[in-house]
């Protein structure tokens, strides 16, 4: 009969909480703070704190492809082609959402009291 060791996770799982909370905990801090700096210039239609929760949440998305679909042991090729496709299909839905929602308060603007 053969015995199969098990490896406790215990200590990754904490890593992975830990390093999700604290990006969680900035974004959070940040929402309620909005800093005038980052909150009131704009790069590329948005302000920069849009872009700031933008960038933390794909970091986000990512980590946890990567922790929890196990993706670091996978195939190189695999990886690229799982990860790369997301990263395309959000910066789409992204650009969209930026495009679209510059359109809707350009026209509505006269019209509602924001």
Known sequence: MASHAHESNVKRIWIVFGI???ITIVEVALGIIKPES???NTFLGTS???WIFIILTLAKAY???WT???M???KKWFRRSVVWSAVFLIIYLVTLLLIEGSYLYDTLSPLVRW
């Open 38 to 40: 980052i909150h009131l």
């Open 20 to 22: 999700l909370s604290v």
């Open 63 to 65: 980590y946890i492809t």
């Open 48 to 50: 920069y704190l849009n």
């Open 72 to 74: 670091e042991g996978e």
């Open 68 to 70: 929890f679909m196990h």
